[in-house]
């Protein structure tokens, strides 16, 4: 008989060498609900955590996957489940995993992640899962393209990318209300004055006069276009609100990239 999944256990075995560093182990299990603790709590911006948790059991993940967290929530006859992408590096300890969080008001679990949980509380999660993956043997030049909290999996590549000592060219476009809103500001800043491969391009939808974004407006094809223009990208990841996504896939299809190398990852 044919093995059967569940259906948002789509995480996969790619256990060629790099795969596997990132993963931290080359077996795979099949991902079960187990409880986290909540080791730290970090504010990234007034709406936006992340939510540092230790994994009772790990069997590696790859930067870009996600994991699903489920809570009970008033007047709901079960616990309700979302996904939250990770945004650290599976090296150096990959049962240490940094969820990226941010609120959505009115929502049934983002508000309770970001407002209710503190260190020593425990939560219900379960992955690694999907493909939206990125490791050494996919090569580069990488060109990231994130909206709102759609920048969370492509930090884990980033990190991972430092953490593996790596020298791929990365260039990373994240479109964000503000500089405060926008997820792990201070790191890329950082990241991006100490890694000669890493070129990141803030683009600020509201507020037109902040000169630490290149652009002022909403992703749009000039702002994709210059970003494949010098480094003609090898692999592409886009992660956001589904419409950003879908545009930018069909800009890349114009400006000639081969759709077989762009991933997306759509938050609906
Ligand atoms: C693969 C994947 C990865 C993701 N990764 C991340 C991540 O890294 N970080 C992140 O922050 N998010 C991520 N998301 C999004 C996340 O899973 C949730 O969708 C998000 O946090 C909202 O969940 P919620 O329960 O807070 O809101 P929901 O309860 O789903 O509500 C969403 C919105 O709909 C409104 N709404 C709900 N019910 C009704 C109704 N009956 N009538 C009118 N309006 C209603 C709410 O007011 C709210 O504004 C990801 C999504 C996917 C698919």
Redo the contacts with the bound molecule.
Sequence with gaps: MEPTFDSDDLSVDTSSGSSRKARGDSRRKAARWQNAEVLDIIQEAPD?ITLRLRLEESDGFLPGQ?YNVRLLVPDRPGP?Q????V?SSPLPDSSIID????E????????RLVGDLTAGDRVEVRGPV?RFTWTTDDGGPVLLVGAG?GV??LMSMIRYAVAANLDIPMRLVCSSSNFDYAFYHRDLAYLAERFSWLNVAHTFTRDPLDQRASHHRRIDQIMIAEAVGGQFPKRTYVCGPPAMVEDVQKWLTELGVDPATVLV????
């Design positions: 936006a996600y309700v979302r996904a939250y992408s945004g969820l990226g969080v941010r959505v008001p009115g929502g049934l679990v983002s508000p999907g909290s969370v999996p990852e759509k938050y609906d």
